[in-house]
Structure formats: C-alpha cells, structure tokens
C-alpha cells in the first residue's frame, strides 16, 4: 500500500510516515497543497492523508480539484478538533474519511487498512463503514467476519445500505422489502429492525440504525 501524507507540520508528517513504514505501509511526506495535489495524481497512490490547512493550495481545494479530474483514490482528512465546519466542507468536497487532531497513529492506519480492503471488495458489493453486504451471495461481513441474518432482515439491509445515509421511509422498506404483500402486521418493520439492530450492536460497533420520528430510518456510521 503506497500512501502520500500531506501536512505542513513537518514533524508530524516524519511521525505518520515512520509508524507507516513500521506498519508495512509505503509513505511519502509532503508539506504543501501543490506538491501535495501533483503527488496524488500518480496512478500507484492507494491513499491520501490530507490536512485543511495547507500552504499554496489548501486541503478542501486539493481534494476539489482531485475529483474533479475524475480521481477516486481515497482521501482521509485531518481536521481540528472541534470544527464540524470543516468535517462536513471535507467530506463535501470528495473525502472519504475524517480523524480529528490530535489523534492516534494506530487509528490511522486502522483507517487506511480500512481503505485497502475496500479497494478489494468486489465493485458489485455494498459498503458502510466496515460493513460489507453481497447482494448476489446474499452474505454479509464486519471487519471479515461473517454473520447470519434472515431473509428479511437481509433485505431491510441492504435497503439500508443502498440509500446509506438518507432516510428510508417504512412505504419504501414495505414496498422494497414486502413488494405489495398485504398480509403485514402494523408492527412488523419495527420488529426486523429491531432485530437488525441487535445484530449490528453485536457485530459492528461502526454502524447504527437511527430512527428519524414519523419518517423512517437511516443507517449511520457511528465514527
């Protein structure tokens, strides 16, 4: 895995890409947005660790202007604690995750294992956080391990993980999931979701199913 840190604190950029390369994990610094940008653009970076506050060209530009060139390599932004502002200009802008400084080097590169093994999942699977569900296999892992879930249950999840983020109205999860069944107690949707719930809480700590009254329901990443 080959990743490019970009950040003006020029110690913390030595930290980051020392630990990496004790981690097994190819990194090279650099400390302003321009050089930052040129070096993200090379087709053998897997990664991007990217601070806002950037000299030249900031960190919500960099990450612009790599979409807009039709690059998807991932982008982890470093933010400052504190400032949902820019938590939500970043993921706007096209990043993919966020870590908040001053944060843990091991949850660092947790985050960026976690962009490796994404990058191996099949394009026709679903992903939220480290859930990972195959619509075609109809099997469902966190973290690699695998755990059973009834049809319906199934179903009401990938539902979930289709509009993942969005709220889903139960009329859709009843005409999604049900497809015109009739035969459907008033309770039912609460009741799967419930267990869904259940499972998540056991399985994956990253995910959730909130409840938005009177409108339905949304699954979440939970950090």
Same mark, same amino acid.
């Given at each position: 895995?080959?990743?490019?840190?970009?950040?003006d604190?020029?110690?913390?950029?030595?930290l980051?890409?020392?630990?990496?390369a004790?981690?097994g994990?190819?990194?090279?610094?650099?400390?302003?947005g321009?050089?930052?940008?040129?070096?993200?653009?090379?087709?053998? =970076?897997?990664?991007?660790?990217?601070?806002?506050?950037?000299?030249?060209?900031?960190?919500?530009?960099?990450?612009?202007?790599?979409?807009?060139? +039709?690059?998807?390599?991932?982008?982890?932004?470093?933010?400052?604690?504190?400032?949902?502002?820019?938590?939500?200009? +970043?993921l706007?802008?096209?990043?993919?995750?966020?870590?908040?400084?001053?944060?843990?080097?091991?949850?660092?590169?947790?985050?960026?294992?976690?962009?490796?093994?994404?990058?191996?999942v099949?394009?026709?699977?679903l992903?939220?956080?480290?859930?990972?569900?195959?619509?075609?296999?109809?099997?469902?892992?966190?973290?690699?391990?695998?755990?059973?879930l009834?049809?319906?249950?199934?179903?009401?999840?990938?539902?979930?993980?289709?509009?993942?983020?969005?709220?889903?109205?139960?009329?859709?999860?009843?005409?999604d =999931?049900?497809?015109?069944?009739?035969?459907i107690?008033?309770?039912?949707?609460?009741?799967?979701?419930?267990?869904?719930?259940?499972?998540?809480?056991?399985?994956?700590?990253?995910?959730?199913i909130?409840?938005?009254?009177?409108?339905?329901?949304?699954?979440?990443?939970?950090?």
């Open positions: 895995m080959r990743v490019i840190v970009v950040d604190e020029r110690r913390l950029v030595e980051i890409v020392s630990y990496l004790e981690s994990i190819d990194a090279v610094g650099f400390h302003d321009r050089a930052g940008l040129e070096a993200a653009r090379g087709t053998d =970076v897997d990664a991007v660790v990217l601070d806002l506050m950037l000299p030249g060209i900031g960190g919500i530009e960099v990450c612009k202007r790599l979409r807009h060139e +039709g690059n998807t390599v991932p982008v982890l932004m470093l933010t400052a604690r504190g400032s949902v502002g820019e938590r939500v200009a +970043g706007e802008a096209g990043a993919d995750d966020y870590l908040v400084k001053p944060f843990a080097l091991e949850e660092l590169t947790a985050r960026l294992r976690v962009f490796q093994r994404r990058s191996e099949p394009e026709d699977r992903i939220v956080g480290d859930l990972i569900l195959d619509p075609l296999a109809r099997r469902v892992w966190h973290r690699d391990v695998e755990f059973d009834s049809r319906r249950e199934f179903d009401i999840l990938e539902t979930l993980m289709v509009n993942g983020g969005h709220v889903v109205s139960r009329d859709y999860i009843l005409e =999931v049900w497809r015109g069944e009739t035969d107690r008033s309770n039912t949707i609460e009741v799967h979701i419930s267990r869904l719930r259940n499972h998540l809480d056991r399985q994956s700590g990253d995910v959730k909130t409840t938005v009254r009177g409108v339905g329901y949304r699954l979440e990443r939970t950090t």
